[in-house]
């Protein structure tokens, strides 16, 4: 998606004079896989367009909105609730293209998990891992989940945020919590350990490559979204990296479904340790 | 002169060289020896902390293999079904994730369990990747399945590679359960090293077959290229290295070819200076499990030593290199100054032979040179052959009265120049021998031509001594008898008295006349008085001694000078005389006699008071009847 983007960017700047975008990656990923995953389109775009990319390496999604709202970042790679919940405070950015899925959807879901030998005992608070705040699969679809499969409400029980889908699904597996919340093809993953999937949430739009209104005009935008759509899939595997997936357009349209209109707790309820 | 110094000049480059490599060895020598040193601190501490981790790892597998709890779910693993398995592979998870936390902080990345058939049991770093085949990339692993033994050293894995602990897990009868495996964090080695030895950096670099093209395709990109040689990777790479590292990686390239050091396999340590730091890399050379070297530990160091055995030895060349560049120039002063002599000295050489005379260049002892006149004079063809022979012209002075030669040299006088220098210029005559044996009488000429040599010359003045001595001898003989007269007398007389008186002899006057000689010319005329006269000498010159001197006084008078020891060897020589005369015939006058007056010269008189006492002993020897000797 990062590709894209970059390329997106450098063809909206062929002929212009070399241009640098500020980038914010994903914040719950570290920078060094960020930079993995999007170091081919990179160096592709600047080989080829001379467009360089600025990483800009933030803690959280609060400053990406900063970011943003202060004009110190042209792009992001958002999961689709942090982006809802910064468009909500922030109507100068938009999605314009929608990176797939590693399994080649567009869209994915969410689920609950747990360790199948492990027996919930629901007339108990349980504890639940969950992965960020600002996470689709972490609060916010953990609570519609808990609440449609078993009614309970996320925000009478145990929680705590171990930062990452894998961390909150391994958190189950030590017996640490009950349950995790998380992206479904992660959570399979951890079939082989004995996590079994007790809940699924609907499709969800994925994660976007998010611009700033403000730093990059809409010409701009639209030119990019064209010539990135252009590529064939063929073209996207040749560049490599997370573009390789597939691309497909997207707009705050498809964000609209979410109802973001719930109050997610920055932190967890429980201490641990 | 530019040839020679062509040739010294080039002798000069040759010389800078082998100065400058010598220079250059005992430079390399010095750092050498703190290369090697570093590189075994580097082998040591590497080696002290795998040790340390063995007995760590060692440790957590008693624990392990003690547990009846683990040991049981192992056992069940072997026989259980697929979903079985993935519960108790959770639960063993579920078991030992503090272990697992606790080995992490021991900079332990890997805690492995392996099958007993050789496959993937648990991760503990990745636990939703199990399951598959190990064995056949990991010997380490089938050590274990095979043999049942334990493995330690340097392994390629599926998703890292690192240095491993890999222990075979036995039941209580002996049953193999499978496999435990305890990675070492690279990062720690390096780390730890850094903090042991402090180091800037360290790296471990390992072959591409070894790493990447071993590892599971998705976790390829947790690999990068070394910049230190393309056919070497290096895990976890951080982007933001060092700038220092990969500047200095970069200059070392350019100066050392460090893929072909790294292809000789062995422990090797580069010098280098950047930026006005000195730095060395040190790479330590790792084998995996089949002692096949499959990487380096790299230790990146600060080498400030470096700085000043560069000075050290810069300081060296350059003195040396100023000391050869003054010898270069003295050697170019000294040439062109000989060349300069040799020149004027040809020169001169013409010069002088071109000169009649006889010209040699000497400082006196040493002959030099001599010109053609010189070789011409002695009959030789070249100078080399007189050298032969002798040594110096003097040796050809013959000692003679009036001539300068060797027997004159005065004490204190060095030489027989600075002898004849000493000597006024009209004294300076030698007397010389030709070829053929011919006198030559030759006036020195001696004029100084540098500090040490002289020019010599010699003109031939043969022809005016000898008619120098023809006009004496016309000058102080009588023409008619030949024999010396008064003048000869007078300029001579006190000469033979001081030679006599060295030989401690007495000067004997012998004055004698013919009798009645007035009577021979008025009879027969003056020309045969003249015959008597010259007859009459002849018979005396003929009856003394060489050294006695014959001198016609005046008319019919002569005197005889005779060196005698007392005044009877006197009487008995003019006896002698006196019957020569009276015996011998003369042509037409037949026979006539002497009187003769004899006195010994005493050193306090006058000698012509000597003269007038033999004068007055003639007038008694007439007066006494003529033809006597009266003393």
Redesign the interface.
């Known amino acids: 998606m990062y590709k894209l983007f970059l390329i997106l960017i450098l063809f909206l700047t062929l002929n212009a004079k070399e241009i640098t975008y500020r980038f914010a990656p994903l914040p719950t990923k570290n920078i ?1 896989q960020n ?2 995953e999007f170091l081919p389109i990179h160096v592709y775009m600047k080989e080829k367009y001379g467009i360089n990319i600025k990483y800009v390496k933030l803690k959280n999604y609060k400053d990406i909105l900063n970011g943003f709202k202060n004009n110190t970042i042209d792009i992001a790679y958002l999961g689709p609730l942090p982006f809802v919940t910064l468009y909500n405070e922030y109507k100068q950015i938009e999605p314009i293209l929608m990176i797939k899925q590693k399994n080649g959807n567009a869209k994915y879901r969410c689920v609950l998990a747990k ?3 492990d027996n919930i005992d629901f007339s108990k608070k349980i504890k639940v891992a969950l992965t960020q705040p600002l996470s689709t699969c972490g609060y916010y679809m953990s609570s519609i989940l808990l609440k449609k499969k078993f009614n309970k409400d996320l925000k009478d029980e145990y929680y705590n945020y171990e930062m990452s889908h ?1 961390k909150a699904l ?1 958190s189950v ?3 640490r919590y009950d349950m995790a919340g998380a992206k479904e093809d992660i959570a399979k ?7 079994e999937i007790i809940a699924y949430s609907d499709y969800l739009p994925g994660f976007s490559i998010v611009v700033n209104k403000n730093t990059i005009s809409k010409k701009q935008i639209r030119k990019l979204q064209k010539i990135f759509l252009n590529f064939t899939d063929e073209e996207l595997k040749k560049i490599g990296g997370i573009v390789s997936r597939g691309i497909v357009k997207t707009s705050v349209d498809d964000y609209k479904s979410l109802n973001i209109k719930m109050k997610i707790p920055q932190k967890g309820n429980i201490n641990e340790e | 002169m530019k040839s020679k110094i062509g040739i010294v000049f080039l002798f000069f480059i040759v010389v800078v060289y082998l100065f400058n490599t010598y220079i250059q060895n005992l430079k390399q020598k010095d750092i050498d020896n703190i290369l090697t040193l570093k590189t075994e601190s580097l082998k040591v501490s590497t080696r002290a902390i795998l040790d340390t981790y063995y007995s760590v790892t060692k440790k957590f597998y008693f624990d392990i293999t003690h547990n009846d709890e683990i040991m049981e779910m192992l056992k069940r693993f072997k026989t259980s079904s697929e979903n079985e398995k ?6 063993l ?2 078991k030992l ?1 503090k272990e697992y936390k606790l080995l992490q902080e021991l900079s332990v990345y890997q805690f492995h369990f392996h099958t007993f058939d050789g496959k993937s049991l648990l991760r503990f770093d990745q ?2 990747l ?2 598959d085949a190990l064995i056949d990339f990991r010997k380490s692993i089938k050590n274990a399945v095979i043999n049942h033994k334990e493995t330690i050293g340097l392994e390629a894995g599926r998703v890292y590679s690192g240095f491993r602990y890999v222990f075979p897990i036995l039941s209580k009868d002996k049953g193999y359960l499978g496999s435990v495996e305890f990675s070492i964090s690279f990062d720690a080695l390096k780390y730890k090293l850094i903090s042991n030895l402090n180091l800037i950096d360290a790296k471990f670099i390992i072959k591409k077959s070894e790493s990447y093209d071993k590892v599971f395709k998705h976790l390829r ?2 690999f990068s290229k070394s910049i230190i040689d393309d056919d070497y990777y290096i895990e976890r790479v ?2 933001k290295q060092k700038d220092i590292f990969i500047k200095i990686i970069k200059e070392l390239k350019k100066q050392y070819n460090i893929k072909k050091l790294l292809s000789q396999q062995k422990n090797f340590s580069l010098p280098i200076i950047y930026d006005g730091n000195g730095y060395s890399l040190t790479f330590l050379d790792m084998k995996n499990t089949s002692g096949e070297s499959i990487g380096y530990i790299v230790a990146f160091d600060e080498f400030e030593r470096l700085l000043d055995i560069n000075k050290k030895y810069s300081f060296l060349f350059e003195i040396g290199i100023l000391i050869l560049m003054m010898l270069f120039a003295l050697i170019i002063v000294v040439l062109y100054q000989f060349d300069k002599l040799k020149s004027d000295t040809k020169k001169l050489q013409k010069l002088i032979d071109l000169q009649e005379s006889i010209v040699i260049l000497t400082d006196g002892n040493k002959f030099e040179y001599a010109n053609k006149s010189f070789l011409e004079f002695f009959g030789y063809e070249t100078f080399e052959e007189f050298l032969k022979e002798h040594n110096c012209i003097c040796e050809y002075f013959e000692d003679k009265d009036d001539f300068f030669s060797l027997d004159k040299i005065k004490q204190g006088e060095k030489n027989w120049i600075e002898s004849l220098l000493n000597i006024p210029l009209k004294q300076r005559v030698v007397y010389i021998k030709d070829k053929d044996g011919i006198a030559h009488m030759f006036n020195v000429n001696i004029s100084k031509y540098d500090n040490e040599t002289y020019i010599v010359s010699f003109n031939d003045i043969s022809d005016t001594i000898r008619e120098k001595y023809q006009l004496q001898k016309q000058v102080v003989k009588d023409k008619l008898t030949d024999v010396y007269n008064r003048s000869y007398f007078e300029s001579n007389i006190h000469k033979l008295i001081k030679f006599y008186k060295s030989e401690d002899l007495k000067l004997g006057i012998i004055f004698f006349d013919i009798d009645f000689f007035k009577s021979v010319n008025d009879t027969y005329g003056h020309d045969v008085g003249d015959y008597v006269l010259k007859t009459l000498a002849d018979i005396v010159k003929n009856n003394i001694r060489k050294t006695d001197k014959l001198i016609r006084w005046g008319g019919e008078e002569f005197i005889v000078i005779a060196s005698v020891n007392n005044l009877e060897e006197l009487y008995i020589l003019a006896e002698h005389l006196r019957n020569k005369v009276q015996d011998f015939r003369f042509d037409k006058v037949e026979k006539i006699t002497c009187s003769f007056g004899l006195a010994i010269h005493k050193d306090d008189i006058d000698i012509y008071k000597t003269v007038k006492l033999a004068d007055k002993n003639l007038y008694m020897a007439k007066q006494s009847g003529r033809n006597k000797v009266i003393s």
Do not use: C, H, M
Not at chain 1, 189 to 195: A, E, I, P, Q, T
Not at chain 2, 86 to 91: S, T, V, W, Y
């Open positions: 060094e930079i993995k360790f199948k030998v894998t391994i597996v030590e017996g993953k951890f079939d082989s350990l004995g996590v | 993935k519960i108790l592979r959770g639960k998870y579920r994730y636990p939703y199990n399951g990109a947790l951080s982007y």
